[in-house]
């Protein structure tokens, strides 16, 4: 088995074998990931997906439906008896239909949720993590640091012109004071040979 790593009260703990179950309760993963960082804004994304795939699924029921009645009408245009086997036959392949369509349509919410999840994690991801680290900037004072995005996730444009900014600043902040420190010691040693 691979090795993994395991967080226990504090402390790691490393295996190459798996440990006992009562083990695994009490330890949590390192890795544990949180989908829904931005519930409000990943929500209502979920919301517009579902709300979009219940239009098409119903104008898809309807088309086929309608369908359905018109050949059931052509049936009774010709005069065929309402328990004729054409109606018997029709009404099998509507139910049949409506089962299939029901399935589907559930398995289509369930990936829609999924994929939504997915989807609006790796836009809230990012988002969140500039949020992050500018409050982390903000409280620290310090010289500022570099962004860094997950692999997946959406925006590295706004993460390497951050990183440039950054990076420009940092070296206008640099130079600036490397300047002030040189005029400092200039004027030092006016003062000093007077």
Request: charged letters at 25%; hydrophobic letters at 40%.
């Amino acid at each position: 088995m691979s090795d993994f790593k395991l967080e226990k009260e504090g402390e790691e703990v490393h295996s190459e074998n798996r440990p006992p179950d009562a083990a695994i309760e009490s330890c949590h993963p390192v890795f544990r990931r949180t989908y829904i960082i931005n519930r409000s804004f990943q929500y209502r994304t979920m919301l517009y997906s579902l709300l979009l795939a219940f239009c098409i699924i119903m104008v898809l029921y309807g088309s086929v439906s309608f369908f359905f009645v018109k050949f059931k009408e052509a049936g009774f245009a010709q005069n065929l008896p309402p328990d004729h086997i054409f109606f018997v036959f029709l009404e099998v392949q509507r139910q049949t239909f409506n089962m299939i369509f029901l399935v589907v349509s559930i398995w289509t919410v369930i990936i829609i949720i999924f994929c939504g999840i997915l989807y609006s994690h790796r836009i809230a991801g990012p988002l969140y993590k500039l949020k992050k680290h500018w409050a982390e900037i903000m409280e620290s004072g310090g010289p500022l640091k570099e962004v860094y995005f997950r692999k997946h996730d959406y925006f590295k444009d706004v993460q390497d012109s951050f990183n440039a900014m950054v990076r420009k600043l940092n070296a206008d902040f640099y130079s600036h004071n490397h300047e002030n420190t040189n005029q400092n010691k200039n004027q030092n040693k006016k003062q000093d040979g007077k």
